[in-house]
């Protein structure tokens, strides 16, 4: 089995649900804190990758003042710059991201990590 990660804010009640459910499952993840240890374009990118989402909006926290600032839900602005938004600014990152391999999930819901443990 290879090895788990979390993409993990310890302040987020989910995050924290997310991380104890693995727990739960007999599985110590690797624990990124992405926001002491944020995350390089090519870490953020192969995450959106492994994520198998339509859009990197999925894996963005839209409602964030930050998001709205940089003016980020325009259409015109593509997906490295989004990519590159949430690298310069982590606060942007759905949180959690459980990662497994060559798949990921967000843990909102915590269980929706299930599919891929």
Avoid: W
């Amino acid at each position: 089995m290879s090895q788990v990660t979390i993409i993990h804010n310890p302040r987020c009640s989910k995050s924290r649900q997310t991380l104890a459910l693995l727990e739960e499952n007999g599985i110590t993840p690797n624990v990124i804190e992405y926001l002491k240890t944020p995350l390089s374009l090519d870490e953020i990118t192969s995450v959106f990758k492994k994520l198998n989402v339509e859009s990197v909006r999925h894996m963005m926290r839209t409602k964030e003042t930050e998001y709205k600032e940089a003016k980020l839900m325009d259409a015109d602005v593509d997906d490295h710059a989004l990519l590159q938004a949430m690298v310069t600014t982590p606060k942007l990152i759905e949180r959690p991201i459980v990662i497994n391999g060559d798949h990921a999930r967000i843990g909102r819901p915590p269980e929706n990590v299930l599919e891929i443990i």
